[in-house]
């Protein structure tokens, strides 16, 4: 046979498959959409579209659990605040424990509902935002190892130290806080005169305690050994108790929230699902339980219904993003305002003696919905998704949670590292509380959370300094006996 009949091979390139995230990113972009041309067209109301958001939202926490290593990622945690806080009162209506989960009804006196296209586009951006935060987490995810701990024993000692020199301070500061707030009216003081809480404590105990939860943090982060980590976390909480007494709950629960991700991350061994649902039924359970304090019930009975109550009230910072939606016109204009002013807010005690318009979203929607209210020191929380709406309407809201999400993975790869694993976690619990809070509140308390870091810094050259530094052997010392010298 001739060499000319021989077939020549075509040198084509191989088609590349597309990867498993994209059909999965693709699918719930064309739910969104097959739900929206739904709603549209008049076939779905705001109801079910709430309970079709719910499933979804679901659908992308079971997910993030499934493909982010049991969960392991801020990613799965972020659905899962954002679920609560945006979503509660979605969720409830599903149980049959809220009627009309898109009435405003947290602060004003005669609720009122927003129009059906307000609505819509409400349950949109929550959609839509969910799916873009997951996004970039899920087609970059590599799955990483648990971070050596063996460059970071040697602080332990040094870290142990301060927290145990630290720890009576805390609970000193605590219990002052405590005192100062049942004199002066209980929980509603933090927001009629914080300044005068702040200033119940002594300046120089205050500013000790700023480096106790580093501390902490870092202990938790750094040390592998149980038998210390179970009694230094039941000795912090302990003192934070006083905290969950005032009816402060949110900041120790995303504390709770972020150990279990490191907690996780350190280990290689496999979560269990039952275990996840456990801690989240008692947090909610203690949520309900510090709810009831905080409002005056008495009796068990008041608790019968707490943990359904709880999610509906949790899920009332969709107020925000609703009237956000609505009142657009009168809120987008100070929108860079309300960035510039959350940038101050680990450094500033805030309440309403200091309030002005354009300054802080959370208090401007408060006296548009009810100023006798906000004056007696009621008032909403935040939400990134207001905040992002009143930036750029539902561009902005896909757009900063691309970054949303981008961060959250980056804050993932950071996490091979135990020293950055240190830094993640002690921004995280702003992160997570994002949903109710600010967009730049995590910023803020980076930037103060970095003046913490320094002053121990400094105190580690001192600490190596003073401890570590032994004077050199004489030559007498290291002569072998018998020797001679010449």
Sequence with gaps: MSTATQSIPAFVPASRPLPAAAFELLGYLGAVAIGTLCFLLGWLQPNGAAVLTVLLLGALMVLAWKRFNQGRHPCFLFLGTLTLFQGGRLLSYCVGGETSPLRIG????????????????????LALSAVCIYAPCRWNYQRIQPPADAPVRRYLPYLYLLFYATLPVQLFKNYKY????????????????????????????????????????????????????????????????????LGLRGGIFAMVLVLWYVAGVKSSKRSRMVTVAALAMLLVTIGAAVQGLREGAERLSDFAFGPVEFVTLQGNSLDVTEVAVKYKARLAPHAASYLWNELQDAFVARDVRDYAWGRRLSYDVTVLLNPTAFSRGMGTAGSYLAESYLLGGLAGVVFLSLL??????????????????????????????????????????????????????????????LIWTKPMPTASATTPAGARIA
Aim: proline share 4%; net charge positive; glycine share 6%.
């Design 106 to 125: 947290s602060v004003v006196p005669y609720p009122f509902d927003i129009s059906r296209d307000e609505a819509g586009m409400v349950l949109l951006c």
């Design 178 to 245: 405590y005192e100062s707030v049942q004199q002066h009216g209980g929980y509603l003081s933090f927001w009629l005169n914080h300044g005068d809480v702040a200033s119940s404590v002594p300046l120089l105990v205050r500013a000790i305690v700023l480096i106790s939860f580093p501390v902490f943090v870092a202990i938790f982060v750094f040390e592998r050994r149980k038998k210390y980590l179970y009694l230094m976390t039941a000795l912090y909480f302990a003192t934070a108790s006083l905290v969950l007494l």
């Design 404 to 465: 949303i999400g981008g961060g959250l993975h980056l804050l993932y790869r950071l996490s091979r590292n135990m020293v950055s694993l240190f830094v993640v976690a002690m921004m995280l619990p702003e992160v997570l509380l994002m949903p109710r809070g600010q967009l730049l509140d995590w910023l803020s308390v980076l930037l103060r959370s970095a003046i913490s870091i320094a002053i121990l810094a400094l105190g580690w050259v001192v600490y190596r300094f």
